[in-house]
């Protein structure tokens, strides 16, 4: 992986850390993915994708937070990384997410593993 480059706009609320890798780019984020920043998150994940990078690990790191805004942001993202021939995957081992993923089904469109090297394993091994 080549070093991690930092949210050019941290705050409180929502930080991420993006790591550029050969299999896949992997996004760290650790706060609220809510209304006030899932559009940053869903912002930044595309540019990604704009430059090539459509394989991307999206890991919830620490204390995460996700509401309904931010479940639509990573459907956003998945579709669109489909479109360009990649993939979203999640890494989360987070309780209270996975358990909001499972109500919602959407761990049946976005594959979810519990970390970033199961993720990379399983998903862009090769």
Do not use: W, Y
Not at 64 to 70: E, I, M, Q, R
């Amino acid at each position: 992986m080549s070093p991690a480059e930092s949210d050019p706009t941290p705050d409180e609320a929502l930080s991420f850390d993006v790591s550029i890798g050969e299999r896949a780019c992997v996004i760290s984020a650790t706060g609220d993915i809510d209304i006030t920043t899932a559009e940053r998150l869903r912002t930044r994940l595309l540019e990604l994708a704009d430059e090539g990078h459509v394989n991307q690990v999206l890991a919830f790191e620490g204390d995460v937070f996700l509401d309904s805004v931010g479940l639509g942001a990573l459907v956003s993202i998945r579709r669109r990384l489909h479109v360009l021939g990649g993939a979203l995957v999640l890494a989360c081992s987070n309780d209270v997410v996975l358990r909001l993923l499972r109500l919602t089904s959407l761990d049946k469109v976005v594959a979810v593993h519990p970390t970033v090297e199961e993720a990379l394993d399983r998903e862009f091994a090769g």
